[in-house]
T-cell receptor, first 115, second 113 residues
């Protein structure tokens, strides 16, 4: 079984400041790692994912996440946030050996970008 | 447009009155799943299906039923809703490739009085 911990339930930040949203996971098997974003009153959308290879993955809107196997972490970062980044962010894992379709989610981090 | 649709988007009902939330996808995905989202708990999987007539329990299946008679549809059934099933529900679909992106519907906000 897997579990995901997102320690920060809310992260307030000023526009153009950098941000890091933390994610740690626990699993006895290899996993795929995902970040999903939920804008107000919408469903979840995939932001980025780590499957294998380079441990640094990037999204099209400037977010990046780095897989750290020794620390079992997959923190999400952005060097300069925009008002439009205000949303809830969910870290998730899936079990490679089990087919990988079942997602186990963290409890989410609400990112609030202020002027 | 590739999408997952859910109906209704909002529903207020009373304890014990059977209801169905529909979910449909137009991407020919084999895998479909239902989640509920509660504050402080994130999303938890209720049921999933890997193909037509193949369904299985997720992490919180009690009080729910599903069926998969057609590939595109995966309705969630609450035969006797209770107030603790008040929640935000999401349907999702993906191909069976394990690393595949899951596509989520817009959500159904259910209130059981």
């Amino acid at each position: 079984a897997q579990s995901v911990t997102q320690l920060d339930s809310q992260v307030p930040v000023f526009e153009e400041a950098p941000v890091e949203l933390r994610c740690n996971y626990s699993s006895s098997v290899s996993v795929y790692l995902f970040w999903y974003v939920q804008y107000p009153n919408q469903g979840l959308q995939l932001l980025l994912k780590y499957l294998s290879g380079s441990t640094l993955v990037e999204s099209i809107n400037g977010f990046e996440a780095e897989f750290n196997k020794s620390q079992t972490s997959f923190h999400l970062r952005k060097p300069s946030v925009h008002i439009s980044d205000t949303a809830e962010y969910f870290c998730a894992v899936s079990d490679i050996t089990g087919g990988g379709n079942k997602l186990t989610f963290g409890t989410g981090t609400q990112l609030k970008v202020e002027l | 447009e590739a999408q997952v649709t859910q109906n209704p988007r909002y529903l207020i009902t009373v304890t014990g009155k059977k209801l169905t939330v529909t979910c449909s996808q137009n991407m020919n995905h084999e895998y479909m799943s239902w989640y509920r989202q509660d504050p402080g708990l994130g999303l938890r999987q209720i049921y999933y299906s890997m193909n037509v007539e193949v369904t299985d329990k997720g992490d919180v299946p009690e009080g729910y039923k599903v069926s998969r008679k057609e590939k595109r549809n995966f309705p969630l059934i609450l035969e006797s809703p209770s107030p603790n099933q008040t929640s935000l529900y999401f349907c999702a679909s993906s191909s069976l490739v394990g690393s595949a992106e899951q596509f989520f519907g817009p959500g159904t906000r259910l209130t059981v009085l």
